[in-house]
Structure formats: structure tokens, C-alpha cells
């Protein structure tokens, strides 16, 4: 069957990194994407990973091991806006138009 | 800028209503998904359609329905809503890469 792991909460305190952790399980897959929603809001779009490896965008860097089945999301530098979910997702089946999300890791961020 | 509009931020209905949701996208894309999400599930994909008058079942698709009469819109529809069926509806749309979707803003339907 196909499915995706995340822990579900994360606490971390302003300055500090965090990794949020995703394992997947799915048919086809074409790579692992990230997404962000604070509360009241809607996903908004973070990183995509296709390829073994490390990205970087600014604070956010996002991670991927195919072998592994296994990919992260490290946040630098925390900051209080940052307290939101966090989801990871795969792009799957046929064409790749398919997106299979995880349920989600809600971040705390504390002071 | 990628712009996903959703007809109601907030929606009251009835058991046994018929409801419409409505989605409305402006980057001209073939592809149009629905979501539902609801606490420790994530986001489930209901129905997506990749062009006028297409679509495709997701994983969810019980007592939902879809229409796409235009390529600009894309209609969710509960045929009898029920209480189960109240959650966050999300429509989206891909990016040009299909790396990446845009979301709507959601619509909060709560069934009475």
C-alpha cells in the first residue's frame, strides 16, 4: 500500500534546527516535496526533491535518500513563525499527476 | 502570481443537502485536484481532473462527484451530504514544473 510516516509533533525553542523526519512507502514514485501550513491557512509549497541529496533554500534545506525510502526537512535559525505543520508529500503514479501527502508534523516553536 | 479561488471560506449545511463547491483557477492548467483534510490524516485526494469534462477518482471519492464543464473551473459536489463529510475541502492546481501544487484557500464545510 502506499504511505508516508512523520512524526506528528516536534518542539523546538527560537535559534535552535530541527529535522522533521519522512518515511514513505508508494508505487511510481518521482520524488518527495514539502509543504507548510500555519493554522486557518492553506499548504503553501517548500522544496522538491528528485534526486538523491541535500537542497538548500535559505533557512529550509530539504533532504532525500531513494534507496532509503527516506527523506527530511531541517529548518535553521528557528523563529517563532515558524510554529506551523509541516508535510511531506510524493509525487506518484502514472504521469506523476498523483500526490500522496503525510498527515503532517505540527511544529512548536518556544521562546 | 498563481491564483486558486474557492467559492465559500465557510460553509453550514444540512444531512441530505446537495452541496456545491466551487473552485476557480486562473493559470489556464489542465489539471484541478480536490482535497479533503481532516486532523491526523493529512490532505486525501477525492477526485482530480486532467481536462474539460476528465476526470479521475482519487482515494476518496464515496459520495463525491466532480464536474469540469470549463477548463478555468472545477466543481466539487455531495450528492446527500452527511455528517461525515464535514472537514477543510482544498482545491489545487501544479505548478509548471508539476513539482509542486497550488493551493485555494480551503473551504470549511461543516455538516449538520
Known amino acids: 500500500g502506499q504511505s508516508l510516516e512523520q512524526p506528528s509533533e516536534v518542539t523546538a525553542v527560537e535559534g535552535a534546527i530541527v529535522q522533521i523526519n519522512c518515511t514513505y512507502q508508494?508505487?511510481?514514485?518521482?520524488?518527495l516535496s514539502w509543504y507548510q501550513q500555519h493554522d486557518g491557512g492553506a499548504p503553501t509549497f517548500l522544496s522538491y526533491?528528485?534526486?538523491?541529496g541535500l537542497e538548500e533554500t535559505g533557512r529550509f534545506s530539504s533532504f532525500l535518500s531513494r534507496s532509503d525510502s527516506y527523506g527530511y526537512l531541517l529548518l535553521q535559525e528557528l523563529q517563532m513563525k515558524d510554529s506551523a505543520s509541516y508535510f511531506c508529500?510524493?509525487?506518484?503514479?502514472?504521469?506523476?499527476?498523483?500526490?500522496?501527502f503525510g498527515a503532517g508534523t505540527r511544529l512548536f516553536v518556544k521562546a | 502570481d498563481v491564483k486558486v479561488t474557492q467559492s465559500s471560506r465557510y460553509l453550514v449545511k444540512r444531512t441530505g443537502e446537495k452541496v456545491f463547491l466551487e473552485c476557480v483557477q486562473d493559470m489556464d492548467h489542465e489539471n484541478m485536484f480536490w482535497y479533503r483534510q481532516d486532523p491526523g490524516l493529512g490532505l486525501r485526494l477525492i477526485y482530480f481532473s486532467y481536462d474539460v469534462k476528465m476526470k479521475e477518482k482519487g482515494d476518496i471519492p464515496e459520495g463525491y462527484s466532480v464536474s469540469r464543464e470549463k477548463k478555468e473551473r472545477f466543481s466539487l459536489i455531495l450528492e446527500s451530504a452527511s455528517t461525515n463529510q464535514t472537514s477543510m475541502y482544498l482545491c489545487?492546481?501544479?505548478?509548471?514544473?508539476?513539482?509542486?501544487?497550488?493551493f485555494g484557500p480551503g473551504t470549511r464545510l461543516t455538516v449538520l
Open positions: 508529500a510524493v509525487k506518484e503514479g502514472t504521469g506523476g499527476f498523483k500526490t500522496i
Open positions: 489545487a492546481i501544479p505548478g509548471s514544473s508539476y513539482n509542486e501544487q497550488f
Open positions: 508508494t508505487s511510481g514514485f518521482y520524488g
Open positions: 526533491n528528485a534526486l538523491d
